[in-house]
Structures are given as structure tokens and as C-alpha cells.
């Protein structure tokens, strides 16, 4: 069963997933046109019926605002680095009762560091509590990684399960690689921020 629809900027870029009432909704107020569609399905009003919508693109051109793709989100950060404490490599899956996945400050925001992805890493609690507000070299816990800004679609749209015939935009749009990650993302939860339908953050 289709859940939501995928919705494609006038440019074809893939913004987000819709629920299928405001897909419709955009379509009969003709603020979006169907690319493709379940042909097994039919959606009806009070005067129309198209096939039930999998992927729409907008009519007009939104901007998605760069200030909003940089945001730092735990469910990326974790997702970033695979789930993994950066310093002592344990697993989410590893962690003892009580333990949990949080965020680190290289640089803590107490001594000047910024809450950047450049400058955040996952972090068990036991490894947050013990690196406290000291630097790297200070307590001699460096990062498995260096901690870099995601791609923006990771932080642009919320990830949800999709159809071929959605996966085939984001394939055709950024590549096979940004497909396996956005599916790599799902399996550990489904980010929480997209972006909205008037391109602005929610």
C-alpha cells in the first residue's frame, strides 16, 4: 500500500513525502500534475477521478532555504556515523541499560566550540561523560572519523519507505549512492524535519 507520494520541485528535484490528501489537495488546485501514478488505484472527488498519485511535481518552483539543510538533528548525526560511538566504537546495539547514543562537542561549547556538524560526533554516554569539556588532545579520545556536513538531502525531506517508482527520482536525481543511504537512514528510524510544501522548514 502506497503511505504517501513523492513530491518533485518544478525542477524534478525530490523535496519530500506527502500524505496522499494534501497530494490531492496540491493536484486540484492545480499546484502540481501527476508524473506517476497507481494505475490499480483511483482516487475520486466531487467532480474528478485520476489514478491514486506515487509521484507529483510542483507546477512552480519552491527555494529550499541552505540555513535549514545545515541544522544539526540527532537522527542524522547518529545516522551519519552508522550509529556508532566515535570513540569507542560500540554499537547503539552494543550499549548497556541506561547507556544510550549522544552528542559530542570536539571543541565544547563552553571553551568556543559551535554546534556545526564539522564539530559533533556520536557519542556513548559513558564516553561523553568521561571526555567532559576537555578537548580531544587533552584527554587523548579522538574521533574513528572526521565529522563532516551530510548531504543536504538527508536534511531536506523526511525519509520514509518508497515505491520504485519513487526510489527511480531520487536514483535519477543524485545517484545510486544516495539512494542506498537514504534506505540505510530508514532502517534506523525516520528523521523527524523535512521541508514543506511552501519551502519553508517544518
Known amino acids: 500500500m502506497i503511505v504517501g507520494c513523492l513530491a518533485l520541485n518544478a525542477s524534478y528535484e525530490p523535496l519530500t513525502l506527502v500524505p ?6 496540491l493536484l486540484l488546485d492545480g499546484k502540481a500534475e501527476i508524473v506517476e501514478a497507481d494505475d490499480s488505484a483511483v482516487v475520486r472527488s466531487e467532480k474528478l477521478a485520476f489514478p491514486r498519485p506515487q509521484v507529483i511535481r510542483l507546477t512552480k ?4 532555504p541552505r540555513r535549514f539543510r545545515r541544522q544539526v538533528t540527532n537522527t542524522f548525526l547518529f ?6 560511538c566515535q570513540y569507542c566504537g560500540r ?3 552494543e550499549l548497556k541499560p541506561r547507556e544510550q547514543l549522544t552528542r559530542d562537542h570536539l571543541i565544547p561549547m563552553s571553551r568556543g566550540g559551535v554546534n556545526e556538524w564539522t564539530n559533533v560526533v556520536t557519542a ?19 574521533p574513528l572519523t572526521v565529522p563532516t556536513e551530510p548531504h543536504f538531502v538527508h536534511l531536506s525531506w523526511a525519509v520514509r519507505r518508497l515505491t520504485p517508482k519513487q526510489a527511480k527520482y531520487i536514483r535519477t536525481f543524485y545517484g545510486e549512492g544516495m539512494l542506498a543511504e537514504l534506505r540505510r537512514i530508514e532502517t534506523h528510524g525516520h528523521p523527524s524535519a523535512h521541508v514543506a510544501l511552501d519551502g519553508s522548514a517544518s
Open 20 to 25: 496522499m490528501r494534501r497530494a490531492v489537495r
Open 61 to 64: 518552483f519552491i527555494h529550499v
Open 79 to 84: 545516522a551519519r556515523d552508522g550509529y556508532r
Open 91 to 93: 554499537l547503539q546495539a
Open 124 to 142: 556513548c554516554s559513558p564516553c561523553n561523560t568521561r571526555k567532559a569539556n576537555r578537548m580531544p588532545h587533552e584527554i587523548g579520545m579522538h
